[in-house]
């Protein structure tokens, strides 16, 4: 004959060791990398499309390719001081007005480039 103390109830997880699946399946390292990424893909995007149309924008604003390349390393620099400037502003300033400021910035500048007259618009 079994008593109740015989019988085992069932193991309750230790509250202190709950682990989600997603604890498992993505560490801090894999989501900062994931984020990293997906922050670079506008930019990596962006600039894969203006090199595979080179030819056309230095025609259309009757530039050489010298100073396109010369443009997109610029714009290569600006974009990691940039990261370095937002990452310094993002600890210091309230998120949500930096995050509006830098959309609006993304897109009077693609405004910019999209309708440049000449080359000196179009690098800025």
Known sequence: M???A???APSQPDP???QHWHHRVFSP???AVALSVLGLSPF???TVATDSVTGLISK???ASTTTLQIGS???NAGYALGAVVAAFLAQKLVQRRLFLTYEAGFVVAALL???APDTAVFLV
Do not use: C
Request: glycine share 8%; charged share 10%.
């Open 113 to 115: 480039s999209a309708l």
């Open 73 to 75: 390393g610029f714009a």
């Open 60 to 62: 259309d604003l009757h």
């Open 29 to 31: 390292y894999a989501l």
């Open 2 to 4: 079994t008593t109740t």
């Open 6 to 8: 015989d019988v085992a």
């Open 44 to 46: 990596i995007i962006l």
């Open 16 to 18: 202190g060791q709950i």
